[in-house]
């Protein structure tokens, strides 16, 4: 449980440390349909707490244990509301903290975290009036509380760009283009994912933005490992495929990795002469060298004549 803060909670935790008194607690005040499948014999306190250090002036919380009656275990959650006003947000607030309860479960078992264990969530409130807010989180979402119960109960959207039909890519005007320069796994290399990028262009109603092209473009390059040798066949099939502000932003681009790919052979080629020296004057053997610099060995003896004795 969070840190003892009122005589008010220290005396709830002593009473409910009792299995006996958690038990006619919880028989009294849980819904029946829990209860049923509950073994409430097997109540245990555990000593975690799920509210955040900086909360813990306006609330504690007890967690307790017990078996389900098909032997796994779930939680009961008992929120001690400190404050002598209920909190609009309350119903928010507790689901929250399920979810960290959640959280910790997941990250305390990291090696097999499912099943996920139930929570029951129960606030415990002795204020001076009667508890007057709701508590069905969804009502917080005013009008738009329909929709908050199918965004947050109702499995999630699923967008799996693998397993949507080429045809299909192509109906969805700028986001196609994003959607097929996902489906990497479709194309052997970087001259079919162009070919298919000119298809969607073709079919598309506006215009794309030339930001937009750079992004993609330089995107497919560096996911297909564009080899700068084949710069020529890449212009060839732009002019052919893609139309004309596109075909001008990707020549630049190709042009851009062109020279890039040059500068880094370069600085790769300077580190592994740099490497074979610092090797070679350590004693290494020529094969050694050869392997882990990939300079030829007729080379390496060369660098050695030369190395200060």
């Given at each position: ?184 796994a479709d194309f052997r290399d ?41 710069t020529s066949e890449f212009m ?55 392997k882990r610099t990939d300079i ?14």
């Amino acid at each position: 449980m969070g840190i003892i803060r009122t005589p008010h909670d220290k005396f709830i935790k002593s009473m409910m440390e009792h299995p006996e008194v958690a038990k006619d607690f919880f028989s009294a005040h849980l819904p029946a349909e829990v209860l049923e499948k509950m073994n409430l014999s097997t109540i245990k306190m555990e000593a975690v707490s799920f509210i955040d250090p900086d909360l813990r002036e306006h609330e504690s919380d007890l967690i307790f244990s017990a078996d389900l009656i098909n032997k796994t275990k779930a939680l009961i959650y008992v929120l001690i509301e400190h404050q002598s006003r209920p909190d609009r947000l309350m119903a928010f607030r507790i689901q929250y903290y399920m979810m960290q309860g959640l959280k910790r479960h997941v990250i305390q078992n990291k090696s097999k975290p499912l099943p996920l264990p139930l929570i029951f969530p129960v606030l415990l409130y002795n204020g001076k009036h009667p508890y007057k807010y709701s508590r069905d989180m969804f009502m917080l979402f005013g009008d738009l509380e329909t929709m908050a119960r199918k965004a947050f109960l109702e499995p999630f959207t699923l967008i799996d760009v693998g397993q949507i039909p080429q045809e299909d890519i192509r109906k969805h005007q700028l986001a196609g283009i994003m959607e097929l320069s996902l489906c990497h796994a479709d194309f052997r290399d970087l001259v079919e994912e162009m070919k298919q990028l000119g298809l969607i262009c073709q079919e598309l109603k506006v215009e794309i933005a030339n930001e937009i092209v750079e992004v993609v473009l330089k995107y497919s390059m560096k996911k297909h490992r564009f080899d700068s040798g084949r710069t020529s066949e890449f212009m060839q099939l732009i002019e052919k495929t893609l139309p004309n502000n596109i075909g001008e932003v990707a020549m630049n681009i190709a042009q851009a990795f062109k020279a890039e790919g040059k500068a880094e052979a370069k600085t790769e080629t300077l580190n592994n002469v740099l490497l074979a020296m610092e090797l070679l004057e350590q004693g290494r053997s020529l094969e050694e060298v050869e392997k882990r610099t990939d300079i030829s060995i007729d080379v390496l003896k060369k660098m050695k004549v030369r190395l200060p004795h």
